[in-house]
């Protein structure tokens, strides 16, 4: 690369840690100086120094650390009206067309890694600031000091390298400018002692696609463990958390859980140890209002999740298509020219890549099809185009759509085709306690009829399986509506609740499908479907006894319902503590004895109610994405004092006024002492939102209170 005609040495600093750990507390930038270089007749010819105004800031905000105040002097007030970073970066472009002729006339130099990659880049990304493409790429001064000064030797800042070549540190000027300016005085000796600067680091802006083989080579020191992502987020999207990191190609594994969706997990392999490390600073940074934790891995682990030896994957994922979306729900008849008929069909109308030869289905061993499917396409705009598909029909069946990697690709068609993943798991529940235990507050209540009950499922049903049979119903179930139930010894019982959302839906709902077949492969079953309501949901949950002389069905058609009195429930001691029983969830206070009555007798077997291994309907993005219902939701506080009261989560929600005393239950330990989480129950999904995004880490007392949806 031919040398530049100007250097630009770019320094900033940040509201709160600034030298060695600049970046590292997500602090917002609050000072630009830029200095330029005429490197021809070495010497220099602009600064500029720039306040910048954050995002945050408001006029009764203290937006300086005391940190930051004693180490760089800035004036809080100059600060609070300076000009936000969009526009300082602008007026620098400006500079660039006017006075350096334009793009491709120089580089930044910056003093280490810290200005660009862990300060600059990741708040442009935060902000969706566009930087022009001469953002994307600078030297490290450190970097080319140490390489033409060969002896130089524990170079670790600007003092040492002033030191070096015997040059006095500019102690009379404010900071930012003294910086840049000593920078600068580093950058013309180098010059004059005939050091060029023609290889300027990339900074990459999005992560490429590649392919990981179980043979491949990798770095154990170039790969991190990031955990508590969005289920939502892509590889994209990770790579924009990484921002300023440069991630090797095919570099994000995003992981599955054992029944293939994400699990909030992924690994991520950089191109070297340097941006390993750096991304490690990352570790509690946050993607809107999550944190996110950043650990070590290994290369193995990597391997592990993102190789395969498929050929059939490899010469699919070769093809060099810019986007990948897994399809999910398929009928198991879906043809490719089915699949190029959905995405070209409506307004919507975008091209799968290569035709046929640009899908892959996803089979068992025994070469069934497992309803999934990934799809090539050449362009950003078109994978936009397609994934607004989303639960669009073909045939009788909704389809999800999202976007996927290469890795994924690879994963999945591991998993799908080791005959270990279909062989008969261990029961659900082992070592069932003797009494019912039932996490009641996330079961429906209340003698309103919009629920419905379904009997006679075959024992291999799945939520697929249900939304499949209810057909356009399916489209009323509420969030986290599909309710299976188990038996004692943890096997299937053939029934199945679902909340609708409406008393309507639950009625059309059974009288549409009442004494339908449901179809497994081959097998077929008519199913029995009743409308019922929230208590006698729970009656049947909790194995509601039966009343001597009457018939035991609990629920039928047309019927009506006298509650029996509840079950007898011990205090915790009389419940035996298992690790393995009903991990979920806990009792969320003791319950004082009460005696069973003569006149009832005990159900043969207890039935216990088992949440399905993930909501409904179980995809591998965020639920919040597939619904636009806002009926009741539960929200999880974490992290409270074991003193906190009623009175205190009351308080902390003041100004939202679906939170009543009957909404908030404060969940205890075996032992009947506080665990530190709460549960409130809001009466819409909105205002649940709402709340975590404005009390999210708010505190009570002296501790800040994790908020997320239950």
Known sequence: MAASAYLVVLYCATAGQNDENLGADEEEIVLLVWLVIDVTNNKVVAVQHCNVKPQTADINDVVLTEECRQQTGLDENLIKCAQPLDQVLEQFDQFVKTKLQGEGSFQFVTDGQLHFRQCLHPEAGNKTIELPNYFYSFFDMRKEFQKFYHQAQNITCIKDMLDYVGIEADESTEFGIRQAQDIGKILQRMIYDGHAFDSPEPVNNRVEAGICTKDEEIDTNSVIRARGLPWQSSDQDIAKFFRGLNIAKGGVALCLSAQGRRNGEALVRFIDQEHRNLALKRHKHHIGQRYIE???????????????????????????????????????????????????????????MDGEDGILFVHKPDGRATGDAFVLFTSEEDAVKALKKHREIIGSRYIELFRSTTAEVQQV????????????????????????????????????????????????????????????????????????????????????????????????????????????????????????????????????????????????????????????????????????VLPMHTSLSPISPVMRPASYMSPLSPVYYWPYPSPYPSPPVSPTSYYHINGPTVVVMRGLPFNSSLADILSFFHGFHEVQPES???????????????????????????????????????????LFMA
């Open 413 to 580: 068609l591991n998993r799908t085709m080791d005959p270990k993943t279909y062989e008969q798991q261990a029961p659900l529940i082992t070592n069932v306690p003797q009494v019912p235990f039932i996490p009641q507050h996330i079961i429906t209540s209340g003698s309103r009829k919009d629920c419905v009950r379904l009997r006679g499922l075959p024992f291999e049903a799945r939520v697929e399986n249900i939304l499949e049979f209810l057909g356009e119903h399916a489209k009323s179930i509420v969030y986290q509506g599909v309710h299976m139930v188990f038996n004692a010894q943890g096997q299937p019982s053939g029934e199945a609740f679902i909340q609708m959302n409406s008393d309507h839906a639950a009625f059309m709902a059974a009288t549409e499908r009442h004494h339908k077949n449901m179809f497994i492969g081959k097998k077929q079953r008519y199913i029995e479907v009743f409308q019922c309501s929230g208590d006698d949901m729970n009656v049947v949950l909790q194995g509601g006894p039966l009343v001597v002389n009457r018939a035991p069905s609990l629920i039928s058609p047309g019927g009506t319902l006298s509650l029996p009195q509840p079950y007898p429930t011990f205090p915790y001691a009389a419940i035996p503590q298992s690790p393995t």
């Open 294 to 352: 950043v650990y070590k891995a290994s290369g193995e682990d990597f391997i592990n999740v993102a190789a395969g030896n498929n050929n059939e994957a490899t010469a699919f994922l070769s093809r060099g298509a810019q986007v990948i979306v897994r399809m999910r729900g398929l009928p198991y008849d879906t043809s490719a020219k089915d699949i190029i008929t959905f995405f070209a069909s409506g307004d919507l109308y975008c091209n799968v």
């Open 664 to 706: 908030v239950q404060i969940h205890r330990n075996a032992d009947g002492r506080p665990s530190g989480d709460a549960y409130v129950t809001f009466l819409s999904r909105n205002e649940a939102e709402r709340a975590i995004q404005e009390k999210n880490r708010h505190n009570i007392g002296n501790r800040y209170i994790e």
